[in-house]
């Protein structure tokens, strides 16, 4: 049973596809996990669709629907469903077959630990946890910590801690997305 | 959305039935490929996916192009479309919110590897199933007994992907009561979609 959840207003702008990327992931992350989060992310996108049905219609081109139906006569069959959906991050890691290194990006900007404390840290717990500000975040548990509150977390198992990490720059103000493996912490842009 | 009882029961069955149909065009298309079923879709969804799109802040022509984009990608994820777990509107909605992420993200940084995922993964227990039918007829009784304030604040920050900011100085607001009549909003529509 996870412990700790994303805010309402985290979920609501990630259903919203307002979350910038990196957060993005680490709260998809969150919840492939979390039944609770995927019903809330759910209602969520059933809005969307309350709100696209009554959306006034704005005029498609009058070539628009010959070019899609050409379009998917060369698409030939819909695609099969594939048994068990789940998010393309999460079976990138699982093809990667790598335990610590997600292929999720990229270059390693030293300018994210210069810059001394992130602005906003969300954090979804892979394996083993960490204790901060009084909380204890365990495997699926969701971290949102904001304007210095996370500070210090101390990790409950010493090289068992897994997780991955979206923080925002104090400065530049831009996303960096990270992951904390037992043997190294990797930063990604 | 709202109006005399009478008037918005009217209006409740024809969005029912158009929902219904939309269903079950998106079935007929997986089982048998069926082009008229597409092209009714087509008809009733693009236009609207072009609005939401437009909204926000896409041209008219890439808006144009995705919702194409759109109602392409209906056609080929059909097979995975399950009205237990979403209705046809809130798959549309998040088949067409994902592309949009994707150009954005395109747009921004061509050389990020994550394009694209989406939130939603199989429902595992049978009471997932049931919610998730039960999920769609209590969002709109939901999102109908809002008041029209709180409405049109949520649709302006979850389908125009306006900024509270925004939204405050396009209502003359204050941006305390923006954010207080959007949480109103949101924390209603929970609570009465998972008191059911």
């Known amino acids: ?189 | 959305m709202r109006g005399s009882d009478g008037s918005a029961k009217v209006k409740l069955d024809i969005e029912k039935d158009r929902r219904l149909s939309a269903a079950e065009d998106i079935l007929r298309i997986a089982r048998s490929e069926d082009r008229a079923s597409f092209v009714r879709l087509f008809m009733a969804f693009a236009p609207r996916v072009k609005s939401y799109l437009r909204h926000q802040g896409l041209s008219s022509e890439a808006a144009e192009d995705l919702a194409q984009e759109t109602l392409i990608n209906v056609w080929r994820k059909a097979g995975s479309f399950d009205p237990s777990r979403a209705s046809a509107s809130a798959w549309i909605f998040t088949i067409a919110r994902n592309l949009r992420v994707d150009a954005l993200r395109r747009e921004r940084r061509p050389s990020l590897l994550t394009d694209g995922f989406s939130s939603q993964s199989e429902p595992k227990t049978p009471e997932e199933v049931y919610v998730g039918r039960e999920r769609e007829r209590g969002v709109r009784q939901a999102l109908n007994a809002l008041p029209r304030e709180q409405l049109e604040v949520l649709r302006m920050s979850f389908f125009m992907g306006r900024a509270h900011g925004d939204i405050a100085e396009e209502l003359n607001l204050p941006l305390g009561t923006v954010k207080s009549r959007l949480r109103l909003a949101v924390s209603h529509l929970r609570t009465r979609v998972e008191q059911r």
């Open chain 1, 1 to 189: 049973m996870l412990s700790v959840h994303p805010s309402t207003g985290v979920l609501w702008d990630h259903a919203s596809g307002a979350l910038p990327t990196a957060p993005a992931i680490v709260v998809a992350a969150h919840i492939e996990l979390c039944a609770g989060c995927r019903a809330t992310i759910a209602t969520f996108e059933e809005v969307g669709g309350a709100l696209l049905c009554d959306a006034p219609v704005a005029p498609m081109g009058l070539a628009a629907l010959g070019r899609v139906l050409k379009c998917i006569e060369q698409a030939a069959h819909p695609e099969a469903p594939i048994g068990g959906r789940c998010s393309r991050w999460s079976a990138r890691l699982r093809a990667s077959g790598q335990r610590d290194l997600w292929p999720i990006l990229l270059r390693t900007p030293a300018s994210a630990r210069r810059q001394g404390q992130p602005a906003e840290v969300f954090i979804c717990v892979l394996a083993g946890g960490f204790r901060s500000g009084g909380a204890v975040y365990r495997a699926g548990d969701f971290g949102e910590f904001r304007r210095g509150g996370f500070i210090k977390p101390t990790i409950l198992r010493r090289g068992r801690l897994r997780a991955l990490v979206a923080m925002r720059r104090p400065r530049e103000g831009g996303w960096a997305l990270g992951s904390v493996g037992p043997k190294h912490t990797r930063t990604y842009t």
